[in-house]
């Protein structure tokens, strides 16, 4: 886990200056709520409502995803999609709103982020074009210390952490015995 919240300015796409930044570790009886200590110790909150802003490459238009949204949903979450994601999402039955790309007007996901409209990122990509397009996203997302999830295996490690924290409360563990 990164502590991106730790670094302002710096951007989430893991360069020469976050490859050795890692410094947490979470433990309990599940990965998921393992996963949940591990983001509040890298200072990241992962919300408990509110919107969740969802781009999909294409090569994560799949079955894992839409549970994974569908965890979102069930958990209270609206979802926010760009259009090719908000069609995947459509065909496996998961209701969401159309938001433009930056490059595609206003209002677009840039303005939503800042007017306080979205809670969590989940954006995946892939090439440099699509790389460049989301640094805008991801600057003001780190800005506002919005926890954002750029692969589909964290997006799904978010969506069932915030699942486990309905389980209770935290507990301390040890790490022996």
């Known amino acids: 886990v990164l502590p991106f919240a ?3 300015g710096v951007d989430t796409i893991l360069g020469p200056e976050m490859r050795s930044t ?5 433990w309990d ?6 996963f949940l200590k591990a983001q509040l110790g890298a200072g990241t ?6 919107r969740v802003f969802l781009s999909i490459k294409d090569a994560d238009k799949t079955p894992a995803m839409a549970d994974t949204a569908r965890t979102l949903i069930d958990l209270g979450f609206e979802i926010v999609a760009t259009r090719g994601s908000a069609a995947f999402l459509t065909e496996n039955g998961i209701a969401c709103e159309v938001v433009n790309k930056v490059y595609e007007g206003r209002p677009n ?3 939503m982020l800042k007017d306080g409209g979205i809670h969590l990122v989940i954006n995946t990509t892939e090439g440099t074009q699509s790389v460049e397009d989301s640094r805008e996203i991801r600057s003001v997302a780190l800005y506002d210390k ?3 999830f ?3 295996a964290g997006a799904h490690a978010a969506a069932q952490a915030m699942q486990a924290r309905l389980e209770g409360d935290l507990d301390v563990l040890p790490l022996q015995g």
């Open 6 to 8: 730790r670094f302002p």
């Open 29 to 34: 009886r599940s990965f998921a709520r393992a």
């Open 150 to 152: 750029t692969t589909a």
């Open 45 to 50: 909150i992962l919300p408990t409502e509110g």
């Open 22 to 26: 890692g410094e947490v570790m979470g």
């Open 109 to 111: 996901i840039v303005d």
């Open 146 to 148: 919005l926890p954002y």
